[in-house]
């Protein structure tokens, strides 16, 4: 790697929302020039997300991997077209959408596992898109997991202002997360988190958890199972506290920045407090994998693509995570 710098893929997203166009004004900021960039995606893609933003970039085009030189340069444009030229519209969910995303993830996957690429960060994706394009996982974290033969436990962390939060369980009725809510379970995300922010930069996480009930003290998972795993977490040299009250949690470890990161048991009570404070900054991390994959939180946004009104704040800070993991985690 010349002059140490990590490889970092950047995909573009739903070709159809405000992917291209964040990717498109992302290239032209000074932080991509501290890695080598690899853009992965179709090049009429790309052109219509620079049309949109009014930006150009000098990306030098290749049809494969090895024909990358980083001596020549920091920025290519993997071209992944293979000879169609598809016209996407713009704020509309499509089989032909979600293939082009499937093609450009898998590729960058694959080159991760042969650690030709050390971070991945992409533009947002649409679910319906990606199942419409033969997608069979619940979420892209499942796939990403699965293709990168991930058999440790893993979980997503959304960011806001470099405050983490991870949680014991997520996309699941609530009335079947007190069955989750044990020992086992609420160590590992306190483990994975601790872990994932030392790779941020930070020596000692100060690792809040969240109570499951009202004042922490309206039932039995409070002392049966969340504080013997934050005992457990300090037997191991974790800085876990807790746990804390859901309704004040965030009160008291950000904006009271009392803590850096905050684990919950179910996916509301984390949420709820990081997108009040936070909807239009959010960075999600996916936790667990063998390389850093982050995107900005916000969805494709179909209402405002094409209208040059997406915010980049998400996507820079999305990109600055996975440059520190990375190098971090290379050095």
């Known amino acids: 790697m010349p002059q140490n710098k990590i490889n970092i893929a950047l995909l573009l997203g739903d070709p159809s929302g405000i992917g291209p166009e ?3 004004k992302l290239l032209t900021e000074r932080i991509t020039d501290k ?22 970039q000098n990306l030098k085009y290749v049809d494969n ?29 499509s089989k032909e959408s979600g293939e082009s995303v499937l093609s450009a993830l898998n590729l960058a996957l694959e080159l991760a596992k042969e650690n030709k690429i050390h ?17 069979k996982y619940s979420d892209e974290l499942h796939l990403m997991a699965e293709k990168l033969d991930v058999k440790n436990f893993f979980c997503e962390f959304n960011v806001i202002d470099n405050f983490w939060t991870a949680r014991v369980t997520s996309h699941i009725p609530i009335k079947e997360v007190p069955d989750h809510v044990k020992k086992e379970k609420i160590i590992k995300p306190i483990k994975l988190i601790n872990e994932a922010m ?11 958890v969240q109570a499951l009930n009202p004042h922490a003290e309206f039932g039995t998972e409070e002392k049966d199972e969340i504080i013997p795993a934050i005992e457990e977490a300090k037997k191991l040299g974790i800085n ?3 746990p804390l009250p859901c309704d004040t949690s965030f009160i008291t470890a950000y904006k009271n920045k009392n803590h850096d990161c905050i684990v919950g048991m179910y996916h509301d009570a984390l949420q709820s407090g990081l997108k009040a404070f936070g909807f239009d900054r959010g960075v ?3 936790g667990g ?29 999305s990109f600055k995570i996975a440059l520190t993991m990375a190098e971090n985690k290379n050095k």
């Open 22 to 24: 964040l990717v498109s």
């Open 35 to 56: 890695a080598n960039i690899v853009v992965i995606g179709e090049k009429n893609i790309l052109e219509g997300g620079n049309k949109i933003s009014g930006n150009s």
């Open 65 to 93: 991997f090895d024909e990358i030189n980083f001596d020549e340069g920091n920025k290519f444009f993997l071209d992944i077209s293979k000879g169609k030229n598809h016209n996407y519209k713009l704020s509309e969910c």
């Open 119 to 135: 971070a991945i960060n992409f533009g947002p994706f649409n679910k319906t898109s990606l199942k419409l394009g033969g997608n």
């Open 198 to 208: 030392k790779l941020n930069g930070i020596d000692s996480p100060r690792v809040a």
């Open 240 to 242: 876990a506290d807790g």
């Open 284 to 286: 999600t991390v996916q």
């Open 289 to 317: 994998l063998p390389v850093p994959i982050t995107t900005p939180a916000h969805g494709t946004a179909f209402d405002i693509a094409g209208k040059n009104e997406a915010n980049l704040e998400p996507t820079l800070n």
